[in-house]
């Protein structure tokens, strides 16, 4: 599963938490919007390395925790790469491969686009 | 790899430091805690107020964004949160300090949440409380085999918070609901000791505990003299009064690891942890002193007495079962009725062994 090239971000603008005016959630959703970066890097990490179980499981994390931070569009991305891992074979053939590190693009994106305050948005 | 580590979260009791002493990112603990409204010490743990007769409920999930979102969601609920990120974990901490309530993730690394499931439901001590399965995994197999195994309920993730609130608060009830039940099966009506299914539970209990690490143990079988004549002289009302009074006595002259139940009618039996037969039979005896001491307002012209069969060992007591060692009490019991009443005949379980103690 080697690529030189990496998965890229998802044009368009900034993706807002639903629960941006929420005072309970300030705090958590900024942590998280802060920590998405390191997250990014594990999943391309994991990819990198042709580590699917690691993959799988990081897929299943965004999946619980986005909609609890206000963002289920990325937590639904994350779902369909978690089910796509799960129904790989032993030995993937290429269109899986490609179909998989599309998702994975897709999902980096959305990753990439996630704001912790509406000010952020320009 | 775990992008965050293993930070293992205590919420509202404290806040630890990763298994090898460092922080996942080392300004994480403290900005967890900072979400939460707290600060982390130098060793890592965060105290925060927490009022200890709140419900204990536990989170078991390998993903540190469950354990903040739950975190700040239900820290306006009437509970106490305590977290681990380790299914391997769960069932020591249950045990350790059993929680009204377990929130459990299933797809876990090291033991996934069906193992924990069966484990905590295979165990006496961990069975009755109440599992609801917080869970990315929603097939409907999934969510068979976890109500199968014991589960009380299910909860897909992304979960809906109000929902989540909801379901926990039905089960706290239900936990509440099901002591409560535990309890008045176990509690006599008249005196509140334990009853005799709850002597058969804790008798059952410590005869192995002894076994098990050689410690001492004894047991005495107290029935209360001419009871018979009490009700039908004064009525059953002075009767009641007796039982209630003798109850009390027990109670009073206890020590606190004893365990004193109503057996039936006027018979009462105390459980002696870490006591050998001798200072058993003192116990007992000390008792038998006391309530004949007893002035009663309804007959005061008349004390009332108690005859007592108590058996014990100093250490291991070897292959006796509880019911050998009831038997013998009993027959010490007998003993006692036989020889004049009102007094306490002892045996120590060491072969060979069996004395009369001093008479009244």
């Known amino acids: 599963m080697e690529s030189s090239r990496g998965p890229g971000p998802v044009g368009g603008g900034g993706l807002r938490s639903e629960f941006a005016g929420d005072p309970e959630m300030i705090g958590l959703v900024k942590m998280f919007v802060d920590e998405m970066p390191q997250r990014v890097e594990a999943i391309l990490e994991s990819w990198r390395r042709g580590a699917t179980g690691d993959l799988r499981r990081q897929a299943h994390q965004l999946k619980g925790a986005c909609g609890g ?21 032993q030995r993937a053939g290429i269109d899986e491969l490609r179909g998989l590190r599309e998702q994975i693009d897709e999902l980096v994106g959305l990753c990439q686009s996630v704001l912790a305050d509406p000010a952020d948005e320009n | 790899m775990n992008l965050l580590g293993c930070v ?15 922080y996942a990112d080392g300004s994480r603990a403290e900005r ?3 979400s939460m409204g707290g600060v982390v010490d130098s060793e890592g743990i965060r105290t925060v107020s927490s009022n200890e007769t709140k419900p204990l409920v536990l989170l078991v999930d390998d993903s540190i964004d469950v354990h903040r979102l739950l975190s700040a969601r239900l820290r306006h609920e009437q509970i106490r949160m305590t977290s681990l990120t380790k299914g391997s974990e769960t069932l020591e901490a249950v045990k350790k300090e059993p929680p009204a309530v ?17 484990a905590l439901k295979d165990d006496a001590l961990t069975n009755n409380v109440p599992v609801i399965v917080l869970s990315g995994l ?17 909860v897909t993730k992304p979960f ?4 989540l609130r909801a379901r926990l608060r039905a089960a706290l009830r239900l936990d509440h609901l099901l002591k409560l039940l535990a309890e008045r099966a176990d509690v006599d009506g008249l005196t509140g000791l334990g009853n005799r299914a709850h002597f058969n539970k804790r008798w059952a209990e410590k005869v192995a505990e002894s076994k098990r690490y050689s410690q001492p143990l004894s047991l005495a079988i107290v029935d209360i003299d001419f009871f018979k004549r009490v ?4 009525g059953h009302p002075a009767g009641d009064e007796v039982i209630q009074g003798v109850a009390r006595l027990l109670q009073r002259e206890c020590r606190s690891h004893d365990v004193p139940c109503r057996f039936g009618g006027e018979e009462f039996a105390l459980i002696m942890p870490h006591t050998g037969p001798k200072d058993a039979a003192m116990v007992t005896d000390r008792m038998r002193q006391a309530l004949a001491q007893v002035v009663w307002q309804r007959h005061p012209e ?23 060692w009831l038997e013998q009490a009993d027959r010490n019991l007998y003993a006692a009725k036989r020889g004049g009443r009102n007094k306490v005949v002892s045996t120590d379980l060491a072969p060979g062994t069996c004395q009369l103690a001093k008479a009244g």
């Open chain 1, 69 to 89: 931070y206000g963002f289920p569009a990325v937590g639904a991305a994350a779902g369909s790469l978690e089910a796509s891992i799960a129904g790989l074979g």
């Open chain 2, 8 to 22: 293992r979260v205590f919420w509202p009791i404290r806040l630890m430091k990763t298994d090898d002493g460092k």
């Open chain 2, 32 to 34: 967890i805690a900072a």
């Open chain 2, 102 to 118: 377990i929130l459990l993730d299933l797809d876990m690394p090291d033991m996934d949440g069906f193992e924990v499931l069966r």
């Open chain 2, 138 to 154: 929603t097939g409907s197999e999934d969510k068979v085999t976890a109500f199968e195994l014991g589960a009380t309920d299910y």
């Open chain 2, 160 to 163: 809906d918070l109000a929902e």
């Open chain 2, 231 to 234: 009700n039908d002289t004064y």
């Open chain 2, 302 to 324: 008349n004390p009332v007495n108690l005859s007592a069969g108590t058996v014990g060992c100093d250490a291991s007591c070897g292959e006796v079962t509880p019911e050998e």
